[in-house]
């Protein structure tokens, strides 16, 4: 799919799509004539009055498209409406088989046009995943998006943001498409080429420590968590220097390619989902192709702890108590809290490779997704001034997260018996202990750790968003990090 900026429209499109502001007697500009008074004429007769209204599909002749489609932007279009609109007339014009299609936007006259323009072009490159990857014959989707054209007179100012609403929403497709990729192929091996996939096409330093290489450097806790799999676990690095000999930081992702529970195996119903139990890992690579991409003035490393929980005859089990690269020995009492043992390995790892500050992404609970849903990602902390900035970022971004305590007293709950640690402090509060529980990995650095196992996947489609891997906070991150540096905190 092509997204370009043109002052003309080409004559061949499948639709066309207008904006209308409600109240404003103003058309989008650059448009034909006859364009403009169709549009004047839904305008007249009040249609297209509400946010995504959209009943106006007019069949046109000898204007630039086949279809013109006059949607509402509502009375309060800001960045979020704006993308949320784009995901969904992309999508359904997509659907109806629309291969080329122009967007003319009128814009309330208050707004940002720039940031509007990069959410649009987000939401268009976002509206293109559909998570048929294995779909052959008549359930194959052909439906493929060509070209698609944003009609402005404005110069180059609009165009590098487009060109950064592009970049962002590909490298959040890129992160949905592993996320929905099955779990007989992407294994923590497969993951880490992928990530050096990236890294060849965006020149971002990669590399990743093979099961003899973990092993040798004693990271036992995720050696533990992968043993009852043939596939061994990987812990794969992306590094951006982008900002000289700034510090560093760490962006570390759970990479459990699929979580069966291990021997403390999880009830058959929805098992499969667990093939995104590796989404923080596939967010975190989508985020360092995307900041590569941008050669955002920063400096990052991105760490992915890759491993499949699996029973077997090798498999650790309950009772277990297993060591850890940061030296604390872990008492596990369910197989099935094992990305919390993953992630001890991969903050500690993140440090060690010069990380002076820690966000990490990991699908870690069904707690959390009792606590705050679907649409919310949890945030605990060790540090609230950096966290203020992290929760300011993502309301910008349009995405939800919440803050969660972390008080000392959820370590009590998982103090060992046998070993330092307890992988479970039980039902309650179990977002909160599991927290507590990386806490003990992050050597008192800040650190933040966002809970995703709520957002991570869409169980239904919706209007604007496929089923299954959202991609959500991805946004956020990119911003934070980025907001992080210019700070320098
Ligand atoms: N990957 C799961 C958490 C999860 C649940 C993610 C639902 C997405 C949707 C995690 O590894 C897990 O199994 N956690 C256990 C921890 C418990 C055994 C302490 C849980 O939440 O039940
Ligand atoms: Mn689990
Ligand atoms: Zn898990």
Aim: charged fraction near 25%.
């Amino acid at each position: 799919m092509r997204i370009r900026l043109e002052n003309k429209l080409p004559g061949d499109l499948d639709y066309l799509v207008v904006t209308r502001v409600p109240g404003s007697d103003a058309v989008a500009s650059g448009l034909d004539e006859k364009t403009t008074a169709l549009v004047n004429k839904v305008k007249e007769l009040g249609g297209a009055e509400k946010y995504l209204e959209t009943e106006n599909t007019l069949y046109t002749e000898g204007g630039p498209a086949k279809r013109l489609v006059v949607v509402g932007t509502g009375k309060e279009f800001d960045v979020a409406a704006a993308r949320k609109l784009a995901q969904t007339i992309t999508r359904s014009l997509r659907k109806k088989g629309g291969k080329r299609i122009g967007f003319a936007f009128q814009l309330p006259e208050a707004a940002n046009a720039g940031d509007l323009y990069q959410a649009l072009a987000e939401g268009v490159v976002h509206s293109t995943f559909e998570p048929g990857f294995y779909y052959t014959g008549e359930n194959k989707d052909e439906k493929v998006l060509e070209d698609v054209v944003f009609l402005t007179d404005s110069g180059s100012d609009l165009k590098d943001r487009v060109e950064r609403g592009a970049v962002i929403g590909e490298g959040i497709n890129l992160a949905r498409y592993l996320s929905n990729e099955t779990p007989n192929v992407m294994y923590p091996e497969r993951l880490a080429q992928e990530a050096e996939k990236v890294a060849k096409e965006t020149g971002l330093e990669f590399h990743a420590l093979d099961e003899n290489q973990l092993i040798e450097g004693g990271f036992k806790a995720i050696m533990a968590v992968g043993q009852g799999s043939i596939h061994k676990p990987r812990m794969i690095v992306l590094k951006h220097n982008g900002a000289g000999d700034a510090p560093y930081t760490g962006v570390v992702g759970k990479g459990i390619t699929f979580d069966s529970g291990g021997i403390s195996i999880k009830p058959a119903e929805h098992m499969d989902h667990m093939k995104m139990d590796m989404s923080g890992g596939a967010w975190t690579i989508g985020i360092m192709k995307i900041l590569a991409q941008l050669k955002a003035p920063v400096n990052v490393i991105g760490v992915v702890a890759a491993a499949e929980n699996l029973p077997g005859g090798g498999a650790y089990r309950p009772g277990d108590v297993v060591g850890s690269l940061e030296g604390k020995s872990i008492e596990v009492l369910n197989t099935d809290a094992e990305g919390r043992i993953v992630l001890a390995d991969g903050l500690a790892y993140a440090r060690r490779l010069g990380a002076t500050r820690l966000v990490d992404m990991a699908t870690l609970t069904g707690a959390i997704v009792v606590a705050l849903g679907n649409t919310v990602t949890g945030v605990f902390t060790s540090d609230q001034a950096w966290t203020d900035l992290f929760l300011k970022t993502a309301i910008n971004a349009g995405e939800r997260a919440w803050q969660m305590p972390l008080f000392p007293e959820y370590k009590e709950q998982i103090k060992g018996t046998t070993g330092d640690l307890l992988n479970t402090g039980g039902r309650a509060g179990g977002s909160c202990t599991a927290a507590a529980f990386l806490k003990e990995f992050t050597g008192g650095v800040p650190w933040i750790h966002l809970d995703i196992a709520g957002t991570a996947y869409t169980e239904s489609e919706k209007p604007y968003q496929a089923k299954g891997p959202s991609g959500q906070i991805i946004r956020t991150m990119v911003d934070f990090v980025i907001a992080t540096a210019e700070g320098n905190k």
